[in-house]
């Protein structure tokens, strides 16, 4: 009767450090609003910046390039944000990998009214200690560390992505509004010449011919203008989405000339084809992720194999039967011999 006593009293105590739920619903409201209130001049980014090699003069950007809004796309921008939840995720992942089985302990109790036994009551009590074997255990681990590999790789790949995404978006929407002064510049010049043929056409030394060819070429410049400046809007909302920030946010940014093709060239490293060749192959990001998968896809057909072996129950017992003490001591495994998990492998 101690025995159980203490067991229930022991089980009490260990439930007193159980952990409760607590729901954390998702608040679309403020996170649009906290999206809304970003802002590149944020203290956060400032120190941001600063531990990337920024020089406090140089801080806050008045006139931002193309290195300073990649910077600001992989600080601002949430997706790199969920690469780096999931890899925590995959991290946490390792350590119940490395769990072991817990053992089950199960008692009972029995009393009963008849006078032929030198006592009514009856308790047995007895563990189940699982013991794995096949080496299940560390391939789980195996399998874990290699899903934590890619996570942690894919923090990189997306951090690349995102970059690659924000140099594009900066791109158009760069070149759409150059392409829309050039037009402007076009439309002005396509009015001066119709204007022109107008008065040479009333005083005779031109043909309606011509005037018809300057109003057409004016039409199809004032179209495209149309067309681009449509367009910016478009651009404007991905760039600022790339940016990780709002389109009114993006409007107080002065963005230089991005477009620079001497300046891209003159910073392109100079290195041989060959060795350019050797890192794409060995250092491409999607090829170690898809390796990393290829070792988890492994360690799961070397984890069903395993299971081809049975785990095993030890269980240890105690009993006072009314007035007998025994002990006992139990195996136990799943018949896993009889079908040799082939279904699976």
């Not at 290195?67 to 600001?72: I, Q, R, T």
């Not at 970059?163 to 760069?174: G, K, L």
């Not at 002064?181 to 119709?194: G, H, M, S, T």
Request: charged fraction near 20%; proline fraction near 3%.
């Amino acid at each position: 009767m101690k025995v159980i006593l203490i067991s229930v009293i022991s089980l009490s105590l260990v439930a007193c450090g159980f952990q409760d739920y607590i729901a954390k619903p998702i608040d679309t409201k403020t996170i649009a609003d906290k999206i809304n209130n970003r802002r590149a001049n944020d203290t956060q980014f400032q120190e941001y910046l600063v531990n990337h090699g920024y020089s406090a003069a140089q801080l806050p950007i008045q006139q931002w390039t193309l290195d300073d809004l990649v910077y600001c796309a992989l600080f601002f921008n949430p997706n790199l944000n969920i690469a780096r939840a999931q890899w925590r995720s995959a991290e946490a992942a390792k350590l119940t990998a490395a769990e072991m089985r817990l053992p089950t302990l199960s008692g009972n109790y029995e009393n009963t009214d008849s006078n032929e036994s030198s006592t009514p009551h009856a308790y047995k009590l007895s563990i189940d200690l699982p013991i794995e074997t096949a080496n299940k255990r560390n391939i789980r681990i195996e399998s874990a560390q290699h899903l934590a590999e890619a996570a942690k790789l894919k923090i990189a790949l997306s951090a690349w992505q995102l970059r690659t995404e924000a140099i594009r978006a900066v791109y158009d929407y760069v070149y759409n509004q150059k392409l829309i002064a050039l037009l402007e510049k076009e439309q002005a010049k396509r009015q001066e010449i119709v204007a022109i043929f107008q008065k040479r056409m009333q005083v005779g030394e031109s043909s309606n011919l011509e005037l018809s060819k300057a109003n057409l070429l004016l039409q199809d410049a004032s179209a495209n203008l149309e067309a681009a400046q449509r367009n910016q809007p478009v651009l404007t909302a991905r760039l600022a989405n790339s940016l990780g920030l709002s389109p009114a946010a993006l409007a107080s940014m002065q963005i230089t000339d991005v477009i620079n093709a001497e300046k891209i060239l003159a910073s392109a490293p100079n290195h041989p084809s060959e060795e350019i060749q050797s890192r794409a192959i060995f250092n491409r990001l999607d090829l170690r992720i898809a390796l990393e998968r290829y070792a988890v896809a492994e360690a799961k057909v070397k984890l069903e194999i395993a299971r081809q072996y049975p785990d095993l129950v030890f269980k240890p017992g105690y009993a006072y039967d009314f007035g007998e003490k025994i002990w006992s001591l139990g195996l136990s495994g799943l018949m896993t011999i009889l079908t040799k998990n082939k279904l699976a492998i």
